[in-house]
């Protein structure tokens, strides 16, 4: 894997890329970006080791921005029957929780690896915060995405009852350190979704913000996804 390390302060293993810069007030967090696709067993080992390094205190919270190669996720209430094209893509079981999800070229995956004993020991705070960084980022570039109840997920609203799901959440905690996260959609291919029931969700689409019109960069949508994360996820002590 290619990996573009963002610290605090730019060393030999890494560069800072332009306009994702941490100041000395977002100390503790590491920000990882992989240019290259990333298998998804790779991103599984990456994700287990830094997260047991982070609950040692052996590592930095840490949030990873990547694309996967074509391929299906199964969450761990996952139903086989919405894997409606199995030999498609490689199907992975992803140990989060949620049912199957899609993930490609084009989408932005966010794998958050926090610490909750610095924020709040509350799982629902934490997937509500995930919704809201979404939803915060989308907004950045004038998109109203929003939550449904019964739906995972955050969804736009394209008039005359039609929704289309823009990004997804699957998250797992262990020792109060997460993992997993969120997926964007920047400009996947939409077909690649019809091998899946996303999310068990088979009355509404999905969507992309290519999709909606929008030209938009991935490097555009990273300065915003961070930029936004940092308006949600504030220390304990901290002024919200």
């Given at each position: 894997?290619?990996?573009?390390?963002?610290?605090p302060?730019?060393?030999?293993?890494?560069?800072?890329?332009?306009?994702?810069?941490?100041?000395?007030?977002?100390?503790g967090?590491e920000?990882?970006?992989?240019?290259?696709?990333?298998?998804?067993?790779?991103?599984?080992?990456?994700?287990?080791?830094?997260?047991?390094?982070?609950?040692?205190?052996?590592?930095?919270?840490?949030?990873?921005?990547l694309?996967?190669?074509?391929?299906?996720?199964?969450?761990?209430?996952?139903?086989?029957?919405?894997?409606?094209?199995?030999?498609?893509f490689?199907?992975?079981?992803?140990?989060?929780?949620?049912?199957?999800?899609?993930?490609?070229?084009?989408?932005?995956?966010?794998y958050?690896?926090?610490?909750l004993?610095?924020?709040?020991?509350?799982?629902?705070?934490?997937?509500?915060?995930?919704?809201?960084?979404?939803?915060?980022?989308?907004?950045?570039?004038?998109?109203?995405?929003?939550?449904?109840?019964?739906?995972?997920?955050?969804?736009?609203?394209r008039?005359?009852?039609?929704e289309?799901?823009?990004?997804?959440?699957?998250?797992?905690?262990?020792?109060?350190?997460?993992?997993?996260?969120?997926?964007?959609?920047?400009?996947?291919?939409?077909?690649?979704?019809?091998?899946?029931?996303?999310?068990?969700?088979n009355?509404?689409?999905?969507?992309s913000?290519?999709?909606?019109?929008?030209?938009?960069?991935?490097?555009?949508?990273?300065?915003?996804?961070?930029?936004?994360?940092?308006?949600?996820?504030?220390?304990?002590?901290?002024?919200?």
């Amino acid at each position: 894997m290619k990996n573009s390390l963002i610290l605090p302060n730019d060393g030999p293993e890494g560069k800072v890329e332009d306009g994702l810069q941490i100041s000395q007030e977002e100390l503790g967090i590491e920000w990882r970006i992989t240019e290259n696709h990333v298998t998804y067993p790779d991103a599984l080992k990456f994700m287990e080791d830094r997260v047991g390094k982070i609950f040692k205190k052996e590592s930095p919270q840490t949030v990873w921005l990547l694309e996967h190669p074509p391929l299906y996720t199964a969450g761990t209430s996952a139903d086989k029957k919405d894997l409606i094209d199995p030999d498609r893509f490689p199907v992975y079981d992803a140990g989060r929780g949620g049912q199957y999800t899609y993930h490609g070229p084009g989408q932005r995956v966010a794998y958050a690896m926090l610490d909750l004993n610095l924020y709040n020991k509350d799982v629902r705070k934490f997937v509500y915060n995930l919704e809201e960084w979404i939803i915060r980022t989308l907004a950045k570039f004038n998109v109203k995405g929003e939550r449904r109840e019964g739906r995972v997920g955050i969804w736009i609203d394209r008039g005359n009852g039609r929704e289309d799901k823009i990004a997804a959440i699957g998250v797992r905690v262990r020792k109060w350190i997460t993992f997993h996260g969120i997926a964007i959609n920047l400009d996947p291919d939409l077909s690649h979704f019809e091998g899946i029931v996303p999310c068990g969700i088979n009355q509404h689409g999905v969507t992309s913000l290519v999709d909606l019109g929008l030209c938009v960069s991935m490097e555009d949508l990273d300065v915003a996804m961070k930029e936004a994360f940092y308006e949600v996820f504030k220390p304990k002590g901290l002024p919200a």
